[in-house]
């Protein structure tokens, strides 16, 4: 009994200080009610708020960031794995629906090609091996197989099969020994006090007191600056044919020939870059490992400039420079554009240096903002998403481009301000509306191409220019790809044949020569020349032997 009341007695008080706690609760709460003014509320609740759009904003930057990334991921798993060309899908062009096409209605020989199976095309070996020297190998029967198997007598020839084989003779190195023959009168050196000699004459060498002869350092060169092998693998290559040329040799060969015979030619291809009204630039970096003032990891660039597609004369030029500064293009083009001379257009990138020069309009690239959408797309890849449109839009501009390809320069301009001009100012109207996230691949776009918009409209000035910087691209590839394989320039000196080098074996491809033939026609020729010939000497002259010159099929 007496446990039955204590638990009783336990519940009570459980409930008692129950009931205590309540009522201390709701005493509390009444006294801060009424104790705690309105202003301290409503500060509170501002605070609060405040904190809640803190918060938002952080969670909106970060989901941003998170988004941001995981593009850059795919985009660069896409260009990793994925197909590097920049083509245009079909159906682009389905943005600009209209009854009528915009442009004049030229055929498109491309597309009406494509509509067919393609067909083998007869006789096209020998068209192929038409230009080879010719080597018959002939096939006979002995007088004793010739033998009749029926009567005995023996059997005459009355025809042939022929099988046609591409034969390679590999490159041979030859001891080549000049030998200059000394003559002396034999008669006079009996009966007179002196005796005449005449000596037969000799040409000068390429490298005095070197074993270099003008198709070795040739060699040595295509190799290097046109197949892009390290002068290591060259040395290997030559000690499997049984001789030894030392890397640091084929170096200084390359570096002396190119600074005591090939700068003047590079210097008159100058001349002429200079003469043209529109030329192409671009720029990419080097590593020079002995470079005063520098450590072996600051880069250096290797810019290039080079003639647009209306010359006759395309030349193409590297040029060595430590640095990427905007004082570079402005030495290198002084004296190219005067403020009361005709006008200059340089066709470039986005990078700001070169819309500093003065008396020279610099024409923006389209095809760098055709890419930008291009990689927003294809990491969307929605059809209706905004990075579709604005890859719509170039992609009308170009298709435009290519009916405008063949016209004259002044039916070029006229055609591109009646079609292409509406088409890219109804681009940059679209751009400016645009709402996207920032931080993204499609935001970037935009973004570029409403800051480089004042470059790019630069394209409607003069029927001359181009839509793209790509022919620049183009040329500096060659050196990129030697690059990846040779690393790096040893020294400065290096660096400037190098320079020197790319741009006279790549203007010989610009103009249909063989870069090895050229090179050593230049080697063979130029140690014996006179400064009045060089001309006769440049990639583009008619006095250059038919053996440097592209067999064309």
């Given at each position: 009994m007496s446990l039955t009341f204590f638990c009783l007695f336990q519940k009570n008080a459980?409930?008692?200080?129950?009931?205590?706690?309540?009522?201390?609760?709701?005493?509390?709460?009444?006294?801060?009610?009424?104790?705690?003014?309105t202003a301290d509320l409503q500060a509170q609740?501002?605070?609060?708020?405040?904190?809640?759009?803190?918060?938002?904003?952080?969670?909106?930057?970060?989901s941003a960031l998170v988004k941001h990334f995981q593009e850059l991921f795919k985009l660069s798993q896409m260009k990793r794995f994925g197909a590097s060309s920049e083509k245009t899908a079909?159906?682009?062009?389905t943005l600009f629906n209209t009854e009528e096409p915009a442009g004049p209605v030229i055929a498109d020989q491309e597309t009406e090609e494509i509509r067919y199976t393609r067909k083998k095309q007869k006789g096209k070996r020998e068209a192929d091996l038409s230009k080879l020297p010719?080597?018959?190998?002939?096939?006979?029967?002995?007088?004793?197989?010739?033998?009749?198997?029926?009567?005995?007598?023996?059997?005459?020839?009355?025809?042939?099969?022929?099988?046609?084989?591409?034969?390679?003779?590999?490159?041979?190195?030859?001891?080549?020994?000049?030998?200059?023959?000394?003559?002396?009168?034999?008669?006079?050196?009996k009966t007179a006090d002196k005796t005449p000699i005449i000596k037969a004459s000799m040409p000068e060498p390429v490298i005095k007191g070197s074993a270099a002869s003008a198709s070795a350092v040739a060699f040595i060169m295509t190799q290097k600056y046109l197949m892009h092998l390290p002068f290591y693998r060259l040395e290997?290559?030559?000690?499997?044919?049984?001789?030894?040329?030392?890397?640091?040799?084929?170096?200084?060969?390359?570096?002396?020939?190119?600074?005591?015979?090939?700068?003047?030619?590079?210097?008159?291809?100058?001349?002429?870059?200079?003469?043209?009204?529109?030329?192409?630039?671009?720029?990419?970096t080097l590593q020079v490992l002995k470079e005063p003032g520098k450590t072996t990891q600051q880069k250096s660039y290797m810019w290039l400039y080079r003639t647009?597609?209306?010359?006759?004369?395309?030349?193409?030029l590297y040029e060595y420079q430590p640095s990427r500064e905007g004082e570079h293009p402005k030495t290198f083009l002084d004296g190219w554009a005067q403020p009361d001379g005709p006008a200059k257009y340089l066709h470039t990138d986005g990078y700001d240096a070169y819309h500093t020069l003065e008396n020279i309009t610099v024409v923006g690239c389209w095809a760098?903002?055709?890419?930008?959408?291009?990689?927003?797309?294809?990491?969307?890849?929605?059809?209706?998403?905004?990075?579709?449109?604005?890859?719509?839009?170039?992609?009308?501009?170009?298709?435009?481009?290519?009916?405008?390809?063949?016209?004259?320069?002044?039916?070029?301009?006229?055609?591109?301000l009646e079609y292409s001009k509406p088409i890219a100012e109804a681009f940059f109207s679209w751009a400016e509306n645009v709402n996207v996230p920032p931080k993204l691949a499609i935001s970037r776009a935009l973004t570029y191409a409403l800051n480089q918009r004042y470059w790019l409209m630069n394209v409607f000035?003069?029927?001359?220019?181009?839509?793209?910087?790509?022919?620049?691209?183009?040329?500096?590839?060659?050196?990129?790809?030697?690059?990846?394989?040779?690393?790096?320039?040893?020294?400065?000196?290096?660096?400037?044949?190098?320079?020197?080098?790319?741009?006279?074996?790549?203007?010989?491809?610009?103009?249909?020569?063989?870069?090895?033939?050229?090179?050593n026609f230049l080697l063979e020729n130029l140690p014996n020349a006179k400064t009045s010939q060089l001309d006769d000497l440049l990639p583009w002259s008619d006095k250059l032997p038919p053996v440097c010159r592209v067999s064309t099929i």
């Open positions: 459980a409930q008692s200080l129950i009931l205590l706690d309540f009522s201390t609760i709701c005493c509390y709460n009444y006294y801060m009610i009424n104790t705690v003014s609740i501002t605070q609060l708020n405040k904190r809640n759009s803190e918060l938002e904003n952080t969670v909106a930057e970060l079909d159906g682009q062009l010719l080597e018959v190998v002939e096939h006979e029967l002995s007088e004793e197989e010739r033998v009749c198997p029926d009567c005995g007598e023996i059997m005459q020839p009355f025809g042939a099969d022929t099988r046609d084989e591409i034969k390679i003779i590999p490159a041979q190195v030859i001891h080549l020994q000049h030998r200059c023959h000394v003559y002396k009168c034999v008669d006079c050196a290997q290559d030559f000690l499997r044919q049984g001789v030894f040329i030392n890397r640091q040799n084929m170096a200084n060969w390359s570096i002396q020939v190119c600074e005591d015979w090939l700068r003047p030619v590079y210097d008159r291809l100058k001349e002429n870059l200079l003469r043209h009204d529109i030329l192409h630039g671009d720029e990419s647009s597609g209306e010359s006759e004369k395309p030349t193409s760098h903002v055709r890419r930008k959408f291009n990689d927003a797309f294809k990491i969307t890849g929605a059809p209706d998403s905004p990075a579709k449109i604005g890859l719509d839009y170039c992609g009308q501009l170009f298709a435009l481009e290519k009916k405008f390809v063949d016209m004259p320069p002044d039916e070029r301009q006229k055609n591109r000035l003069d029927g001359r220019t181009e839509l793209s910087n790509n022919r620049a691209e183009r040329s500096v590839k060659p050196f990129v790809m030697g690059r990846k394989n040779w690393l790096f320039c040893n020294s400065v000196n290096g660096a400037k044949a190098s320079a020197i080098a790319f741009s006279v074996i790549e203007t010989a491809k610009e103009n249909g020569l063989k870069p090895f033939e050229y090179l």
